[in-house]
């Protein structure tokens, strides 16, 4: 007790210069929704990537302008034929626990992403490797026949099914990321809990409180420790942004991953620079229910996409100039151009003309309209857009019921095909349009509408084996006109990234992907 008591009589200048000192060097995010884990194949969302791809780094990682750079793999080769990649690993790579990073963790980590037990729901990413379709499936029943083998403990050698150029890329995804083998091995599922993580990336999680923060401290035995400025990233689970924007400007947040579009004017008058609006490689659109009746009308469901008046989306119901989408695959990505929804250019008077026409031969009318539940996650911006488009809807005859939840419950619920109607949203997991394309196929985790077409799926995976880009392109092109033409969702506007970011901030470049890694970041007094 003595010894304790005499500790605690430091000077009380030093303690405010330690304090001081913390929070300077502590970066605070308003993160938007709570993770639900910190399992690299267990997260899904942008707001658990953001902490996961802090705390975990796989074979090649993203700079601050989200490109690709080496991560764990100091180098790698192709073979001539474009299947087999054949990668070497950095020396003295190790977990935080001190442990050596082997090409046995990433092999580890492939194995147990394909594991039907696992349930990953992001697994199909890396369907481009040898087997990995067919073991994540349950056709292949031994893990050791994935296209992924350690050929020393530095040596990682991974086979594909097919040439595939952006191949690199995907693996700067969450779900390619090393898993600790021998920290599951000891503690099973347990393993990701705080007090028993390892990880390998430039942060490792020292506190997660439920409903309020994870907190992340520098992991000093990152190969690149010495570069990284910030010495622990704190993630605040919040999704009214409006009480966010309360706490930035009282100054408990650095930086703001969205901000209520109402206040977007006063935030360029009234903090300057410091509100940044910037187009990005995402999707904001609505799923429908496409095996639910009458949405498993196709005219229904184009009725729907005609009577929502896209071009007043962005500039008024927002005020942030988001624009318009007709099609389902954003403009920009590599070697790639969108299809295009066929009355993309016919005056909105005439879109709605039509959209009661399409209704009444389903059955609809003015005495009989349709009703249906419109589903949104809880957030200022997604109401908005929620409550216009009810309106827009109302003069073709549909009777609109709003219904919102937290993320966490909206995403549960619809992913188990529990909607009418609902909001989504996706960005570019990688810089190809097949990010996008996916989300139609056929058993599809994230394919909320449960939108199936043999033909879209036939096209899709056909230009998945196609070593040609440009008739690749024109495989791809050929399946989204099919999903564009039979609505199969409804795309709304191509996304425009929202941060809020302070002038302390140093280091944060705006680009398409939204990707700000924290070791990139400094933090000035």
Same mark, same amino acid.
């Given at each position: ?100 990073? $082997? ?391 191509? $996304? ?30």
């Amino acid at each position: 007790m003595q010894k304790l008591f005499s500790r605690l009589i430091l000077p009380i200048s030093f303690l405010i210069l330690s304090f001081g000192q913390a929070q300077a060097n502590t970066l605070n995010i308003h993160n938007g929704s709570d993770p639900a884990s910190l399992d690299p194949h267990k997260v899904s969302g942008n707001w658990e990537d953001r902490i996961v791809s802090d705390v975990f780094e796989g074979l090649v990682a993203e700079d601050n302008t989200g490109g690709t750079i080496p991560g764990q793999a100091e180098s790698w080769t192709v073979s001539d034929d474009g299947l087999v990649y054949t990668f070497k690993l950095r020396d003295g790579i190790v977990w935080s626990d001190g442990k050596p990073v $082997t090409a046995g963790d990433f092999v580890f980590g492939f194995q147990r992403l394909m594991n039907p037990e696992t349930a990953a729901g992001y697994a199909y990413i890396q369907y481009l490797v040898k087997n990995a379709k067919a073991i994540n499936k349950g056709e292949i029943k031994d893990l050791n026949e994935l296209g992924v083998k350690a050929l020393d403990d530095k040596t990682l050698e991974i086979t594909l099914e097919s040439p595939t150029p952006y191949f690199v890329g995907t693996l700067a995804h969450f779900t390619t990321f090393p898993i600790p083998k021998h920290v599951v091995d000891a503690k099973g599922s347990e393993w990701i809990k705080i007090d028993n993580i390892v990880t390998n990336g430039p942060y490792t999680p020292t506190e997660w409180v439920p409903g309020s923060h994870v907190l992340t401290s520098k992991n000093d035995k990152y190969y690149g420790a010495d570069k990284v400025s910030i010495d622990n990233v704190k993630f605040f689970a919040l999704d009214d942004t409006t009480a966010a924007l309360k706490r930035y400007r009282a100054g408990e947040f650095d930086i703001m991953t969205d901000f209520p579009t109402d206040q977007y004017e006063w935030m360029q008058k009234n903090l300057p620079g410091q509100a940044q609006v910037v187009p990005s490689a995402s999707l904001y659109y609505y799923s429908v229910n496409t095996q639910k009746a009458p949405f498993d009308n196709a005219d229904v469901r184009k009725a729907l996409s005609m009577g929502i008046n896209r071009e007043v989306i962005g500039p008024q119901v927002l005020g942030t100039g988001e624009i318009a989408a007709y099609s389902w695959v954003p403009p920009g990505l590599a070697n790639y151009t969108s299809a295009q929804i066929t009355w993309k250019d016919l005056p909105y008077g005439e879109k709605v003309a039509e959209a009661k026409k399409l209704l009444a031969k389903a059955g609809f009318t003015k005495d009989k309209p349709l009703k249906l539940q419109l589903r949104y996650n809880t957030n200022d911006n997604h109401k908005r857009i929620a409550v216009a488009i009810a309106s827009m809807w109302k003069p073709i005859g549909v009777q609109v019921e709003l219904y919102n939840t937290e993320t966490k419950v909206h995403y549960a619920e619809i992913g188990q095909g529990i909607l009418d109607v609902a909001r989504a949203g996706w960005g570019a997991d990688y810089n190809d349009a097949d990010v996008f394309l996916k989300l139609l196929r056929s058993g599809t985790p994230y394919n909320y509408g449960r939108y199936s077409n043999k033909e879209y799926d036939a096209l899709v995976n056909k230009a998945n084996v196609t070593s040609d880009v440009a008739e690749r392109a024109k495989l791809l092109q050929q399946a989204e006109q099919i999903a564009l033409d039979e609505s199969a969702s409804f795309p709304i506007y191509y $996304t425009a990234t929202k941060n809020v970011v302070s002038p302390k901030i140093k280091g944060f470049e705006n680009n398409p992907f939204d990707i700000h890694p924290s070791r990139w970041l400094t933090k000035e007094d």
